[in-house]
C-alpha cells in the first residue's frame, strides 16, 4: 500500500500562484508515473498533469503555459506549479501514483484549490 500526502492547497485570487506538493510512501523504483487530477464541483475528476520516471510530462489542454508538474525521483515527491490561476481551476486536486512493475494506481486524499476574488 502506498500513502500519498498532498499540501498546499487554499484559497488565492484570479491571476495569483499556488504550488501543490506530494510525498508517496514508497521507493522511486516502484513509482511508474506521478499526476495531478482536478474534480471540480459536479464533474467528473480529470487529469490536470502528469510525468513518468522517465520525465515525461503531460498537460491538460486548459492547463498548458500555466502550470508546471515537477518530480524529485529521490523523495517520490511530485509538484505542480500554479500560475496565472483562474476561477475554473477550483476544485479538489488529488495526487496519483502508479506503480510498477505491477500497474496499481494509488491516490491522495484530496486538497481544495479556490480561486476567487
Known amino acids: 500500500q502506498v500513502h500519498l500526502v498532498e499540501s498546499g492547497g487554499g484559497l488565492v485570487q484570479p491571476g495569483g500562484s499556488l504550488t501543490l506538493s506530494c510525498v508517496a510512501s514508497a521507493s522511486p523504483a516502484t513509482i511508474y508515473r506521478m499526476a495531478w487530477y482536478r474534480q471540480a464541483p459536479g464533474k467528473q475528476r480529470d487529469l490536470v498533469a502528469s510525468i513518468t520516471s522517465a520525465g515525461l510530462v503531460n498537460y491538460s489542454d486548459s492547463v498548458k503555459g500555466r502550470f508546471t508538474i515537477t518530480r524529485d525521483t529521490a523523495k517520490s515527491a511530485v509538484n505542480l506549479q500554479m500560475n496565472d490561476l483562474e476561477p475554473e481551476d477550483t476544485g479538489v486536486y488529488y495526487c496519483?501514483?502508479?506503480?510498477?512493475?505491477?500497474?496499481?494506481?494509488?491516490w491522495g486524499q484530496g486538497i481544495q484549490v479556490t480561486v476567487s476574488q
Open positions: 496519483n501514483v502508479v506503480s510498477r512493475p505491477i500497474s496499481y494506481d494509488y
